[in-house]
């Protein structure tokens, strides 16, 4: 990475990495670009995407924080503050704003959501008129009449079927039993507050029409999302799609375990990054904004 | 918590320090090596907890990211046992600088727990060497990785990625010369340099790690080996619940405790 990463503390107890492009590499007047914790991991982000993602958008011009919230990764929890967990997380992403504001000058922010991240990107994004753009990698998701009328077609994965005999009988493929103990499946630690669908779809025209860019990349798998335009089935505003671009990476499941399918994510939003914000000023002065524009 | 980069310019490392708190402040500082990336972030937390426990009964205490992980500077694949060892002899001596402390004790866990007996082999000074389900033969190691592997694809309907030999491992790249250098550590026999005591603390039943004490217990070098008390149970997913019930970081805790007060 030809920019600069430091340590930056904010707030009564929180933590990041404040991620810089080399001054030769900056874009004027790019927003910056915010990522935090995706559930209770750490801020380097699932597989350390954010830490990739965000030198790669050093590389670009784009400067980033990548953060702890309260109690969280590195930073610490405020033992006075009671408030629950989700209003505090909205508290902390408008602290990091704010302190990037008084810090570096930044007027304008893109918020990055994964997962359950995305519900305090859209709540910020909803709420503050600073916030200029909002990635929803996996972000709300619900079943439609279609997604159901399609999920007979799942028993022709072969995968699956795969999935479900060598769970079910691991001895006949030579597997310890242990090796699939469903035990040691990932278990619900938290709920979430989804917006109802008639919600999000005001939202998402709020959004559109204050002119917030948007991306919103989902995957196929064992997800709620089973096909490309499904999200325009149940945000019933298609006037949206000026302001969003929908990608479905069918073949890929919920946190990009592969890593050819994170590449993908990530070049997506690079180019997305800086088609929407790179300006006509941001010529691309490196191999990597060429290969960026292409993802 | 005290989070920053350190080392050199080029290849910075990030770590975590916590000061001592309470009313007990010792010169002792405890290092605490990570295990390899595709068991760090089930770590993370486990650590902090341990840090925090530690720097409440008055230790300095530093958990910091190899080269190539967490937000430490360059890519998983650029990685090598040899530089993780440097960062290793790097960390401490940080440790060393910011706490002024004249004892240093390391704890490392799985890879970590064989990178910091080879950080010691190296000539790193520790009074006591807590190693906490150490990786003993590197074959093993990557195999058990592999079958972990193979159950995340296989769950995450990637079945047709499974098996071993391939060029990236629980969400990361395993280039080819990181796999065959991890598959031929053998730590087995090994003295750890000049540590004066070795505590082994084990999550579940591993014959390997019996061997380890007993070569140890030969050669004359004080040892322990410590059966969570969490044993009993299956012994897949053992270590994750180790570290999340606790037991097994306060007993870990109070040995490197005892270091102080000796």
Not at chain 1, 194 to 221: C, F, K, N
Request: aromatic share 10%.
């Amino acid at each position: 990475m030809s920019g600069s990463e430091r340590v930056l503390a904010f707030g009564s107890s929180l933590h990041g990495v404040l991620c810089e492009p080399a001054p030769q590499d900056r874009l004027e007047g790019v927003p910056a670009v915010l990522f935090w914790n995706v559930g209770t991991n750490h801020h380097v982000g699932p597989h350390r995407v954010f830490v990739e993602l965000a030198r790669r958008l050093a590389n670009l011009g784009f400067t980033s924080l990548r953060f702890d919230t309260s109690g969280l990764g590195d930073s610490a929890a405020s033992r006075d503050d009671t408030r629950p967990d989700a209003e505090r997380k909205l508290s902390d992403v408008r602290e990091a704003m704010q302190t990037l504001t008084k810090q570096r000058g930044f007027q304008r922010f893109v918020l990055v959501g994964f997962c359950s991240s995305v519900d305090a990107a859209h709540a910020v994004g909803v709420q503050s008129p600073e916030v200029v753009g909002i990635v929803y990698l996996e972000g709300y998701q619900y079943r439609t009449r279609r997604f159901y009328l399609q999920y007979p077609q799942r028993l022709l994965n072969r995968n699956r079927w795969e999935r479900l005999l060598r769970l079910r009988y691991p001895k006949l493929f030579g597997e310890p039993e242990s090796l699939h103990d469903r035990s040691l499946d990932p278990e619900t630690v938290f709920v979430r507050d989804y917006p109802t669908p008639e919600q999000l779809t005001l939202d998402m025209r709020h959004l559109s029409q204050r002119g917030v860019r948007m991306l919103a990349i989902y995957s196929g798998g064992d997800t709620n999302y089973g096909y490309e335009d499904q999200f325009y089935d149940f945000v019933k505003a298609p006037e949206v799609a000026r302001s969003l671009e929908l990608v479905f990476y069918p073949s890929a499941d919920h946190t990009f375990f592969l890593v050819e399918h994170r590449e993908r994510v990530m070049d997506r939003v690079t180019a997305w990054l800086l088609r929407e914000f790179g300006g006509a000023s941001a010529s691309p002065s490196s191999g990597e904004r060429a290969r960026a524009a292409e993802g | 918590m005290k989070p920053m980069f350190f080392g050199d310019s080029k290849r910075k490392l990030y770590g975590v320090y916590d000061a001592p708190r309470g009313s007990e402040r010792h010169s002792h500082a405890v290092l605490l090596c990570y295990p390899g990336i595709q068991e760090y972030g089930t770590s993370v937390w486990g650590f902090r907890r341990l840090s925090a426990m530690l720097a409440s009964e008055g230790h300095h205490v530093l958990r910091f990211d190899y080269f190539g992980t967490g937000d430490s500077a360059g890519r998983v694949e650029e990685g090598s046992v040899a530089t993780w060892v440097d960062d290793i002899q790097q960390a401490a001596l940080e440790l060393r600088e910011i706490s002024g402390a004249r004892q240093l004790s390391i704890l490392g866990k799985r890879l970590g727990g064989a990178l910091a007996i080879k950080a010691c082999q190296a000539g790193l000074l520790a009074k006591r060497l807590v190693l906490w389900d150490p990786v003993v033969k590197g074959r093993d190691y990557v195999s058990e990785l592999e079958m972990w592997d193979t159950r995340r694809n296989l769950l995450l309907l990637h079945a047709e990625r499974r098996g071993g030999g391939r060029s990236e491992l629980l969400g990361y790249p395993f280039p080819w010369p990181q796999r065959r250098e991890l598959q031929e550590l053998d730590l087995s026999g090994e003295l750890p340099g000049a540590v004066r005591k070795v505590a082994i603390f084990a999550s579940s039943s591993q014959p390997a790690l019996q061997s380890l004490q007993d070569s140890y217990t030969r050669a004359g070098l004080t040892s322990e080996l410590h059966r969570a008390s969490e044993l009993g149970e299956s012994e897949a997913g053992a270590q994750g619940r180790a570290q999340l019930s606790g037991s097994i970081l306060n007993e870990m805790a109070s040995e490197l405790t005892e270091v102080s007060a000796a």
